[in-house]
């Protein structure tokens, strides 16, 4: 198990939504050439959605994605939480497993807007 920030990363997910061209995942992936980080299909990628929409996100974001020739990718994904504590912790919790999986420090419940989750 990793560690846990306690620091706040509303103010960099917005910076994120502002600057480049961040997409619905639930749009963006409607597209069979546009995947997430290193999972290896597009329906993997859409499954993975689904999980962060299934617990209760209200929006989820690819941030700084990537374009080749063959489709398009990001590994960086901004999820607006949702004001039900429930959903919130389940996201929250989801979020820790793939950072402590990628080697970082989790976020911490602080009231914050947004969760950062990095995939690759």
């Not at 620091?7 to 597209?31: A, V, Y």
Request: one cysteine or more; aromatic letters at 8%.
């Amino acid at each position: 198990m990793g560690d846990y920030s306690t620091r706040n990363s509303d103010e960099f997910c917005k910076r994120l939504l502002t600057k480049g061209k961040p997409q619905e995942l639930k749009d963006w992936l409607r597209i069979k050439t546009h995947t997430l980080g290193e999972l290896p299909s597009h329906e993997q990628s859409v499954q993975l959605a689904g999980e962060i929409y299934a617990a209760g996100a209200v929006h989820a974001f690819g941030v700084e994605i990537d374009k080749y020739p063959e489709g398009e990718n990001t590994g960086k994904l901004v999820i607006e939480l949702p004001v039900d504590p429930g959903s919130r912790t389940k996201i929250l919790d989801w979020a820790a497993k793939i950072a402590h999986e990628q080697g970082f420090d989790a976020e911490s419940e602080v009231g914050q807007k947004y969760v950062f989750v990095m995939l690759d």
